[in-house]
């Protein structure tokens, strides 16, 4: 009985150092929960800022909406419209009874994809605002170093 207890004692101690083994173990590519790409946005920059925000990346929300980094808004709100409309279920038909509505095979959607779908979107669409204001700032500052010029250097 001794021995036993002994044995199963040593088997909980070596399971606890193995599980504390694992849980400080974090691969290279793995980034608890994070969008591989998030951890490394530690810039000021206005595209790192968004990828910590939104916890994606812009390359990650373009391969989830398939689509290029050329391609523009009109591109991406189909792919975002083909996505939902594709994940989102089918109300039956006009004038089914519930009983029979019942019967019919079941579409299978994923809540977890849409909101993936969604969260792209919103990733992308928040670099576009940010982009346009950025082009906006940069011609006002333009056109104000336009409109007064500096004063003359005085001896």
């Known amino acids: 009985m001794i021995v036993g207890g002994r044995i199963f004692g040593k088997a909980l101690y070596q399971a606890a150092r193995q599980a504390y083994k694992n849980a400080q173990h974090r691969p290279i590519l793995a980034s608890g929960g994070d969008a591989v790409g998030v951890q490394n946005a530690t810039s000021m920059s206005i595209t790192d800022k968004l990828t910590r925000e939104h916890k994606m990346t812009a390359d990650e929300a373009r391969l989830i909406l398939n689509i290029g980094k050329e391609e523009g808004i009109e591109r991406m709100m189909k792919q975002f419209d083909h996505l939902v409309k594709a994940n989102t279920p089918r109300p039956p038909p006009e004038g089914t009874p519930p009983a029979a509505a019942a019967k019919l095979p079941q579409q299978h959607t994923s809540t977890y994809l849409l909101a993936k779908v969604v969260r792209a979107r919103e990733r992308l669409e928040a670099e576009v605002v940010a982009l346009s204001e950025e082009q906006l700032i940069g011609k006002d500052a333009v ?13």
């Open 143 to 155: 056109n104000a170093a336009a409109k007064d010029p500096p004063p003359p250097p005085s001896s």
